[in-house]
Structure formats: structure tokens, C-alpha cells
């Protein structure tokens, strides 16, 4: 049996909730993390106020000192959080009032169905600005490592099967450019987030002449003409979370291309691959073979990879077949929305400080460049230069390919003669084709592995990413 509270929310209700109740509505425990943002608007909101005649000079003044005050209790950790008052807005609100009679005009024409939807876009305005900044330490990460060995080659893969030889750089900036359109999605992401939603109230705004825009501005929900963007409609304001679902979904994919960095690392650093060593503070043993050096936080950032994901999930079933307006069913996005973006900071951090631990193993990465068979296409590339079409040409590399396997011979290990039973067109200089420098330098057009392409590509990114990473 829950007990009752002494607690009178409004003079609606004679008896206050259950304890059981209070523990299952309540949001505190969560969102009390927004209590920065909460109080910027509300100290906005209260100049506003001010500024159209609801507030005197001296209650604004009280207000501002009130908010001020709360906020550095919190800083403290010596703020009295109450869970009976269920979520930041109140908490912060009624600690106010009771210490301040003006308090009780701070919630004139707002609701704290607006205020949430304020509070979550200021508090992810920020997120994704330092996410982005983040995710510009991550890049310069892997440009630097691949700098650092941009001699070595590596067998680039399709169908985990070896294909062509590229340069490890080449292979590391796949994913920058990966990197760079989830920057792009968080840039669009903040673009929709930054509009203010204040003073749509509960549902239908306000009968008081309130000026959105000097809130809106107030808070720097400006274009960069420094215009206020402000909702449009007051039922979408409040019932609307596109916003966290954007940013959900390209963290959704921000952690799936993680996961497959990861892989790559992983696959990696097995004994069958012994491409690169992960330095020993990113590894783990193994508490029963004393041998083993486990890539944890590769796997890790790989299986996270679920979790953001079946954030995005839940936010989307939440808010599938929701009437108009706000419901509280809204409060369960708070979680999904902070969890995904905790967890994607963290990754890009821990993933941006492992990459300059890792060793390349120039043996064995030279050791399996070296199957001449990466070089097979170069083989029909040559022949489509003697004149023939390339349709033809595949078909007489794989009965080249097909006779060294007969006579079990590597590819370059065969004569021309051998060359010659499939077609005329092979002379004497096939055998350059086999010599690995001369293949990565006739590999420069924009994008190709070549040995010049490659280092202008990771000039390049040094040269754009200087401009947001010092030191
Ligand atoms: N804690 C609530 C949430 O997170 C704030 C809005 C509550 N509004 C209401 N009418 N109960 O969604």
C-alpha cells in the first residue's frame, strides 16, 4: 500500500500521491541534469516578463538573484532536491518561490510543456556543438596515424576477401570522409533544434502580450543575421521531439560507422591479420589464458553501436500514434535522448585517444601486399592499354590466374611464355605490373590510393582540420 504524500500539488487536488506514484512519474533522477538550461530561460524569460510590465525592476532583480543563488547550491551539491516535486522545472521553480514571493509570477504565460521542449533544445544545442568538436579530434586522430605510416600498404578488401593494394592512410580516411557527413547531418540537426519554442504554453500560448522574439533572442535562437527563430505553432512546439529523432538517428549512424571502425581494428589486430598492435591501456587480459591481449574498447565501441540504435528505436515507438499535444508519455524521451548522446561522446573520446596508441606491423602488412594477386586487375588494366576491351581482358587474367594455380606458381613467377597461352598481346613488360610502387603511382586520379593522391588527401585534411583542433 503506498502511503500519501502531505504534499498539495494545486488547489485542484485534496490529496497528494502515493509514494509508489511519486517514484513512477517522477523525472528528476534524470533531467535534473537540464537545471543550467532551465534556469537561462527561465532568467530570459523573467527579463521578458519584466520587459512588458508583468514584473517590476526590483522582483526581476530578486528573481535573477534567486536563480543565481539555486544555481550555485547545485553547483555545490547543496541544492535540496525534492523527488515529491517531481521534475527540474518544479524543483527549481518552488525552491524559488519559497524564498522569494516573485517567484510566484516566474511561471506567467509559460508551461512546463514548453519549458521542457525549450530546455532539451538548449541542452542539445550544446551537446552537438561539443560532439562536433569532438568528432574534429577524432578525424585528426586517424590523419595522424595514417601521416605517421603513410608508406605502409595494405591489401584493401571486398567481401573480406583480399582485392587491391591501398595505402593503411587510404583505409583510415575512408573513415574521415565518414566522419564528415555525420558533422554535416549534426550541422543540419542543429539547425532545426535552434527554434525556440517558449510561449506556446501549455498548448494554445498565452492571452498576455508576450515578446517571443526578445526570449528567443535572449537565448540565441538567432539565424546568423542574428533574426529570432521562433516556433511557428503552438501545438507543434510543445508535442514536437523531430529534433531529438534527428539527432538519435545521426547518432545512430555516427555509432555504426564507429562499429565498423572497430571491426576493422579488431580484425586487425588478430594474429590472423597482425596489421597493428593496440597499446596495452586499451586492452585487456584474459582471466584464465595468460596470453591474451583483448581490443575491449574496439568491441566495445562496437556493440555500443546497439544501444544508440535502440535509443532511436524507442524515441520512434514513443512517439508513434501520439494525439496532439503534449502527453506525458513525452517524459520517457529525456533517457533515450541523453543516454545516445553520453554514449557517442564517450566513444568518439575513447576511440580519439586509442588511435595514436596503435603500431602498425610493417612485416606482415608488407607480407600480405605482397600476394600478386592484388595486382590481377592491374594485369587486365594493361592489356585494355595494348588495345584490348576490358569485357576480354578480365576473362584472359582469370585464365592466367587459373593457369598459375594449375602449375602452382605465383602470378609474376610465370614465364611469358605462360603469359603468351592466353594472349599475344603480353610482352616482356607485364612483369612491371607486379612492382608495387609502380602500382600505387599510376593511382592518382581524385580519390584513388596513389602514393601522390594520398599524401595531397591527407594534406588536405590536416590543413582543414587545423582550423578546429589547436595544440
Ligand atoms: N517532466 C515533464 C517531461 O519531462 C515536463 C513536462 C510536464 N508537463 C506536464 N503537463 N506534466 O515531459
Redesign the pocket.
Known amino acids: 500500500m503506498s502511503k500519501r504524500k502531505p504534499v498539495s500539488r494545486s488547489g485542484r487536488f485534496a490529496t497528494g500521491p502515493g509514494d509508489d506514484v511519486v517514484r513512477y512519474t517522477e523525472?528528476i533522477s534524470f533531467?535534473r541534469r537540464l537545471w543550467w538550461h532551465d534556469i537561462q530561460g527561465s532568467i530570459a524569460h523573467a527579463t521578458m516578463l519584466q520587459s512588458i510590465g508583468v514584473l517590476n525592476k526590483k522582483e526581476l532583480g530578486a528573481i535573477k538573484r534567486g536563480l543565481k543563488q539555486i544555481a550555485g547550491e547545485i553547483e555545490d551539491g547543496t541544492f535540496p532536491w525534492k523527488e515529491e516535486l517531481?521534475?527540474v522545472?518544479m524543483n527549481i521553480e518552488g525552491e524559488l518561490t519559497r524564498r522569494i514571493p516573485a517567484g510566484a509570477k516566474l511561471h506567467t504565460s509559460r508551461?512546463?510543456?514548453d519549458?521542457?521542449a525549450l530546455d532539451s533544445r538548449m541542452w542539445l544545442r550544446d551537446e552537438i556543438v561539443d560532439l562536433i568538436g569532438e568528432l574534429r579530434v577524432l578525424q585528426l586522430a586517424l590523419v595522424e596515424l595514417g601521416a605517421k605510416y603513410s608508406r605502409e600498404r595494405i591489401p584493401g578488401y571486398t567481401h573480406l576477401q583480399r582485392g587491391q593494394p591501398v595505402f593503411f592512410a587510404h583505409h583510415l580516411l575512408a573513415y574521415v570522409e565518414m566522419l564528415e557527413r555525420d558533422i554535416g547531418r549534426l550541422q543540419d540537426c542543429f539547425e532545426r533544434t535552434n527554434v525556440c519554442p517558449l510561449g506556446s504554453g501549455?498548448l494554445a500560448g498565452t492571452t498576455l502580450p508576450i515578446d517571443r522574439e526578445m526570449t528567443a533572442t535572449l537565448l540565441g535562437f538567432v539565424d546568423e543575421k542574428g533574426r529570432a527563430r521562433i516556433s511557428q505553432n503552438s501545438m507543434d512546439a510543445v508535442s514536437d521531439r523531430d529534433y531529438m529523432v534527428e539527432f538519435c538517428s545521426t547518432a545512430g549512424l555516427l555509432a555504426v560507422h564507429f562499429s565498423r571502425l572497430a571491426e576493422d581494428l579488431i580484425l586487425w589486430s588478430s594474429s590472423e591479420f597482425a596489421f597493428i598492435r593496440i597499446g596495452d591501456a586499451y586492452t585487456t587480459g584474459s582471466s584464465l589464458m595468460p596470453q591474451k591481449k583483448n581490443p575491449d574498447i574496439a568491441e566495445l565501441a562496437r556493440g555500443k553501436a546497439g544501444r544508440v540504435v535502440g535509443n532511436l528505436m524507442s524515441l520512434l515507438t514513443l512517439l508513434k500514434g501520439l494525439p496532439m499535444t503534449?502527453n506525458?508519455d513525452?517524459?520517457e524521451d529525456?533517457e533515450r535522448l541523453f543516454d545516445t548522446a553520453d554514449t557517442v561522446r564517450r566513444t568518439t573520446r575513447l576511440v580519439a585517444a586509442m588511435l595514436p596508441t596503435i603500431e602498425v606491423l610493417s612485416d606482415s602488412c608488407a607480407d600480405a601486399v605482397s600476394d600478386p594477386l592484388l595486382l590481377a586487375t592491374d594485369v587486365a588494366d594493361y592489356l585494355v592499354c595494348k588495345g584490348m576491351p576490358f569485357r576480354e581482358a578480365h576473362h584472359v587474367v582469370g585464365a592466367v590466374v587459373a593457369l598459375a594455380e594449375k602449375i602452382e606458381k605465383e602470378l609474376h613467377e610465370l614465364s611469358l611464355g605462360d603469359f603468351r597461352t592466353t594472349s599475344g598481346l603480353f610482352d616482356q613488360d607485364v612483369f612491371d605490373v607486379f612492382d608495387l610502387k609502380k602500382a600505387s603511382a599510376s593511382r592518382n586520379i581524385t580519390g584513388a590510393p596513389g602514393d601522390r593522391e594520398v599524401k595531397r588527401q591527407l594534406n588536405r585534411w590536416r590543413k582543414a582540420l587545423g582550423k578546429f583542433v589547436s595544440g
Request: glycine content about 0%.
Open positions: 523525472s533531467d517531481e521534475d522545472h508551461s512546463r510543456n519549458q521542457i501549455a503534449y506525458r513525452l517524459q529525456k
